[in-house]
C-alpha cells in the first residue's frame, strides 16, 4: 500500500499518523481542513478494492452506514476515492479495540462484561432498526473509548470481501473465522441472526477469556457447523446461569433459535449490570442522585459482586445449568411477546395527551427542542467534558430499550425519544468534532427530554417501576422537576 503520510484526500482530509492495519487497508488519524474537526480515515487497500464487486456498492453501504447515528455506534463521516482508492471518513476514537483489551487482559469480571456486550448490543439493535448488518461482529470492531464507551465499528465494509474469499485468505481467516456464524459459513449470512451469533463469540470470549471455538480455519468451519460450544460455566464457575442461557442461546446453530433481536438480548444483559454508573446527570450538578429507598446498589447483591479474582478451578463435569436455555429462551420470547402486545394494545397509553402535554409525549412528529414552558422550570447548567454527555446518553438509551423489552412504555414514545437521543448524540459528537460545545443547548435539550418523561410517567404512558424509571429517579432531577 502507498505511504499515506501527509497525503491531502479530495482537498479537504489532510492525514497524519498510520493508527493502524487491518486485512481491508489502514486507519490513519487525519483532519478534515473544511470543519477543523479531527477524523479517523480508512484508506481500503488497493486489491481490496479490486475485490469490490461494484464501488457504488461500497458507496451505499457506507451511506446506510452514516445513517446509524448512536452512541454505541462509530460515526460514519465520509466517503470518498484517492487516486482510485477508496477511503471512508469517520469520528476519531480514543482508547483501544476489545481485542487490545482482551490480549492485555485475558478476560472481563460479569458486570463489566455484560455492560460492554450490552453496549454492542445497544448499537447493533441500532443498526438493525435501521436496516444495516454488520456482518464482521468481533472484538477487533469493537473499540472502548478512552471514557469507557463501547463503539461498534466497520459496519458495511465486510461484504468487500466475499465470505468464502475470506475463509481462504491466509492472515485473515483466524481472527475472522472464529466469530463467524453457520450461515455465513455456508453462504446464507448477512442476516441481523448473523450478528448475534457473533455476538455470542465475543460475549462467550469476554467471559471465558477465548471465543467458543479455537483451532485452524477448517476445525473452526467444521466447529461452527456442528459443534455445540462447552458452556462458559465449565470455565469459570460464576457465570449466573441466565446469563450462560443468553450466551448459549446467541451461539444457537439455526438462526431462528437464536433471540428474536439485539434489543432482547440486551434486556437479559442489563438485569447483570450495575445500575448505570452514569445515571447521575453529568454536569456535577449540585443536586445529588435520588435513590430509591432501599433500591439496590450495585454490588449489594450476591449476584452482581462477582469481583473477577483470576482464574477459577472448573467446576465438575457433572455441573448442569439451573435454568436451561430453553427457559432463557422462553424469558426472552416472553418480553418480545410483550413489546407487541402491548403495541397492538396501545397500552399504557392513558388516552390522548393534554393539550399543555410536553412535545415528545403528545406530537406525531418527534421534535428536536422540548417545549419551553416547563423547560423552563429546570435550571441549565453548563455541561461538562462532552464524553461525560456521550456516556449519560448511552446509558440513558440503554434504559430505554430494557424498558421497553419489558412492555413498562408506550412504544410510540418510546420510538420518539430514542429518536431524539439518537438526534443528540449526533449533535454532541458534531459539536466535539467542530470543538465548539453547543454544552447549555444539549443539556437544555437532555433536561427537557427527562422532563417529558416525568410527565408521561404521570400520563401513564411510562410505568413507574422499571430501568428508564430508574435511570430517571437517579438522573438527579427528579427534585428539580417536583419543585
Ligand atoms: N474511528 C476510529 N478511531 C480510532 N481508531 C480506529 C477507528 N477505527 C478503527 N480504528 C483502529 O484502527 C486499527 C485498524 O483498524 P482496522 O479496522 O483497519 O483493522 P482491524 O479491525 O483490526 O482488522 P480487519 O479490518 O481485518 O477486520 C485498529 O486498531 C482499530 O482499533
Redesign the pocket.
Known amino acids: 500500500m502507498p505511504d499515506m503520510a501527509s497525503s491531502l484526500l479530495v482537498g479537504r482530509y489532510q492525514l497524519g499518523e498510520l ?9 490513519w488519524q487525519g483532519r478534515d481542513l473544511r470543519s477543523g474537526r479531527p477524523v ?1 480515515v ?1 484508506m481500503l487497500t488497493p486489491q481490496v478494492a479490486q475485490m469490490m464487486e461494484a464501488r457504488e456498492r461500497f458507496a451505499r453501504e457506507m451511506r446506510a452506514a452514516a445513517r446509524i447515528v448512536h452512541p454505541n455506534v ?1 460515526t460514519v463521516l465520509d466517503v470518498g476515492e484517492h487516486e482510485g482508492q477508496p477511503f471512508l471518513v ?4 480514543s482508547g ?2 476489545l ?2 483489551d482482551l490480549a492485555e487482559r485475558g478476560r472481563y469480571g460479569i458486570v463489566e462484561a455484560c455492560h460492554l456486550l450490552g453496549q454492542a448490543a445497544a448499537g447493533l439493535d441500532a443498526a438493525h432498526r435501521a436496516g444495516v448488518v454488520h456482518r ?1 461482529v ?1 472484538p ?2 469493537l ?1 472502548r473509548t478512552g471514557q469507557g464507551v463501547l463503539k461498534v ?2 459496519f458495511g ?1 465486510a461484504h468487500l470481501a466475499t465470505e468464502a474469499a475470506r475463509l481462504t485468505a491466509v492472515g ?1 481467516v483466524v ?2 473465522a472464529a466469530y463467524l456464524s453457520p450461515e455465513q459459513i455456508v453462504g446464507h449470512g448477512g442476516q441481523p441472526a448473523s450478528d448475534l451469533y457473533a455476538l455470542g463469540c465475543v460475549g462467550y470470549e469476554l467471559l471465558c477469556g477465548h471465543p467458543p471455538f479455537v483451532g485452524s480455519a477448517p476445525q473452526l468451519v467444521y466447529k461452527h457447523l456442528h459443534e455445540p460450544p462447552v458452556s462458559p460455566s465449565r470455565y469459570r464457575e460464576d457465570v449466573p446461569a441466565e446469563l450462560e442461557g443468553l450466551i448459549l442461546a446467541l451461539l444457537a446453530k439455526d438462526p431462528a433459535a437464536r433471540p428474536a433481536g439485539a434489543g432482547a438480548a440486551l434486556q437479559i444483559l442489563s438485569a447483570f449490570t450495575q445500575p448505570p454508573a452514569r445515571t447521575a446527570w453529568p454536569t456535577g450538578s449540585p443536586v445529588p442522585p435520588v435513590l430509591r429507598p432501599g433500591g439496590a446498589r450495585a454490588g449489594d447483591t450476591a449476584l452482581l459482586n462477582t469481583p473477577d479474582s483470576g482464574p477459577r478451578q472448573a467446576p465438575s463435569e457433572g455441573r448442569r445449568l439451573v435454568v436451561p436455555v430453553a427457559a432463557a429462551l422462553t424469558a426472552i420470547t416472553a418480553a418480545v411477546v410483550g413489546v407487541s402486545l402491548l403495541a397492538n394494545s396501545g397500552q399504557p397509553s392513558a388516552g390522548p395527551a393534554p393539550s399543555g402535554m410536553s412535545s415528545i409525549a403528545a406530537s406525531e412528529e418527534p421534535t428536536t427542542t422540548p417545549s419551553t414552558a416547563t423547560s423552563a422550570m429546570l435550571t441549565p447548567s453548563p455541561l461538562p467534558a462532552q464524553s461525560g454527555a456521550d456516556g449519560w446518553l448511552a446509558d440513558f438509551d440503554r434504559a430505554l430499550l430494557a424498558q421497553q423489552a419489558q412492555g413498562g412504555i408506550d412504544p410510540d414514545l418510546a420510538r420518539k425519544v430514542h429518536e431524539q437521543i439518537t438526534k443528540m448524540a449526533g449533535n454532541l459528537s458534531e459539536d466535539k468534532g467542530r470543538g465548539k460545545g453547543k454544552g447549555n443547548q444539549a443539556q437544555k435539550q437532555m433536561r427537557g427530554l427527562v422532563r417529558d418523561l416525568f410527565e408521561a410517567q404521570r400520563q401513564g404512558k411510562l410505568a413507574a417501576d422499571g430501568p428508564l424509571s430508574t435511570f430517571l429517579d437517579r438522573s438527579g432531577l427528579s427534585d428539580e422537576h417536583d419543585n
Open positions: 493508527i493502524g492495519r487491518g486485512g481491508m487497508g489502514e486507519v479517523a480508512k462509530v469517520m469520528e476519531l476514537l483501544r479495540s481485542a487490545a464482521d468481533k477487533a470492531n473499540h465499528v466497520d465494509v485473515t481472527g475472522t
